[in-house]
């Protein structure tokens, strides 16, 4: 079983990256200098491209994605971006898999006590939603909340998997979130700085998603945001299988 913490790189002798997953088996931490030894990544986006549209993927695995507006800048881990929460978004394939975990830093210009919505994850598609958002314009879902948003292949809703984000999340701060997830009968699991802040149990079967998920901005108004994810991403993470912690 894997424990999770959380995920973070570290910068090594003449710059030679090594991704050290604080993810701990049984007390094991994992360190490779390459991302094909971490067990169960399928896209790794550290965003650290000097310049252009190009986000590519670390994993080598070829999920590479496209910038939209957006500007590159200082991030957690060397370079990341900053999305405008207008029109800045970060178009990536669908990786999503039946038992999957979505991990990436940010540091918003928002507090977690703003009133505002901010979408920071989407890949919704049709009537089945499945995001990570501050708030959202839902009447089952609470807008002063920060949580992992989801719907099941039967359409059943699990709107749960959240918390109060007032003294959690803070502007200009950087911190970690995974969202996991296990369709068929498992849990979905929000973590904040490797802590597990929320859960929903007994999911339904893999939803349809949208084939090209956005960071920074919702994919379509279903389930609407009034403002994108407005702060820097940095190290975006795909695994196929549900992390734990």
Partial sequence: MVILTFLRRIIMFRKVVYLVACIFVLGLALASTANAGIPGLVAHWRLDEAS????????????????????RTQGKL????????????????????????????????WDG??????????????????????????????PEDFGFYLEDATDADYQGIEIDPTGVILADTWFHLTAT??????????YID?????????????????????FG????????????????????????KALTG
Avoid: C
Wanted: hydrophobic letters at 40%; zero cysteines; a negative charge.
């Fill in 113 to 142: 006590s703003d009133p505002a919505d901010y979408r920071l994850f989407d890949a919704s598609l049709g009537g089945i939603y499945f995001f990570i958002s501050k708030g959202a314009d839902h009447a089952d879902i609470n």
């Fill in 181 to 190: 997830w296990e369709f068929g009968g498992g849990s979905a699991i929000l």
């Fill in 52 to 71: 252009g549209t190009a986000v590519g993927d670390a994993s080598g695995n070829g999920n590479n994605g496209t910038l939209e507006g957006g500007t």
């Fill in 217 to 240: 901005l919702e994919t379509f108004e279903y389930i609407a945001s009034a403002n994108g994810a407005t702060g820097v991403i940095d190290d975006i993470m795909f695994f196929d």
């Fill in 78 to 109: 060397d370079g990341g971006i900053y999305l405008d929460g207008v029109d800045d978004y970060i178009t990536v394939p669908n990786v999503i898999t039946q038992a999957g975990s979505l991990a990436f830093w940010f540091k918003p210009d």
């Fill in 194 to 214: 490797g802590e597990e802040v929320s859960r929903a149990d007994n999911l339904g079967p893999l939803p349809a998603l949208d084939p090209n998920p956005r």
